[in-house]
T-cell receptor, first 117, second 113 residues
């Protein structure tokens, strides 16, 4: 399809529980990105994939966060032992291949709102 | 490192007023520049983009010109509508090793009838 599909839309977890978010990128898009939106506006980059390979994981809190993009499956972002500070909206985006001098914008999903209580 | 600076909001305007939201960037090389819009409760939508110096992106009456000499990409619209009320994000993307979007902090626009 022509949209990035994120599920679930809302997720509530008790502190210490696991949370798993899913993202189906647009077919044919090679890159997938995860962002965390906190404090109403600020977007924090978490991780990106080129197909099923991790491309850039410099934003990931590695001790509790993990992500995968496996063939023929939605991508996933998993948070082990959630903390109150993980409450945010998590956005997934996908993009076509970016060749030299050809930079495409992202297409964003509508996000998953995670609330940790 | 690369960064984007936007004017702080909120920006409150009356319908049909002229809009400018300032955006400047710091980057090595020549990034692509974007404006995204986020309506309440929704995700980000690409509003317009420019990939090289002097390019003008435009969409839905909004415009922004890539100014290399001033490292700016200011968003403008001649006559805003209530339906333009949203948060606007300036972003850059350097298609090198990182390939990620770097966002400004967003500017809330509120248009009153």
């Amino acid at each position: 399809g022509e949209e990035v599909a994120q599920t679930p839309k809302h997720l509530v977890r008790g502190e210490g529980q696991k949370a798993k978010l899913y993202c189906a990128p647009i077919k044919g898009h090679s890159y997938v990105f995860w962002y965390q939106q906190v404090l109403k506006n600020e977007f924090k980059f978490l991780i990106s994939f080129q197909n099923e390979n991790v491309f850039d994981e410099t934003g990931m809190p590695k001790e509790r966060f993990s992500a995968k993009c496996l063939p023929n499956s939605p991508c996933s972002l998993e948070i082990q032992a959630t903390k109150l500070e993980d409450s945010a909206v998590y956005f997934c985006a996908s993009s076509q291949y970016t060749g030299q001098g050809r930079n495409y914008g992202y297409t964003f999903g509508s996000g998953t709102r995670l609330t940790v209580v | 490192g690369d960064s984007v600076t936007q004017m702080e909001g909120p920006v409150t305007l009356s319908e049909e007023a002229f809009l400018t939201i300032n955006c400047t960037y710091t980057a090595t090389g020549y990034p692509s520049l974007f404006w995204y819009v986020q309506y309440p409760g929704e995700g980000l939508q690409l509003l317009l983009k420019a990939t090289k110096a002097d390019d003008k992106g435009s969409n839905k009456g909004f415009e922004a010109t890539y100014r290399k000499e001033t490292t700016s990409f200011h968003l403008e619209k001649g006559s805003v509508q209530v339906s333009d009320s949203a948060v606007y994000f300036c972003a850059l993307r350097w298609g090198g090793a990182t390939n990620k979007l770097i966002f400004g902090t967003g500017t809330l626009l509120a248009v009153q009838p």
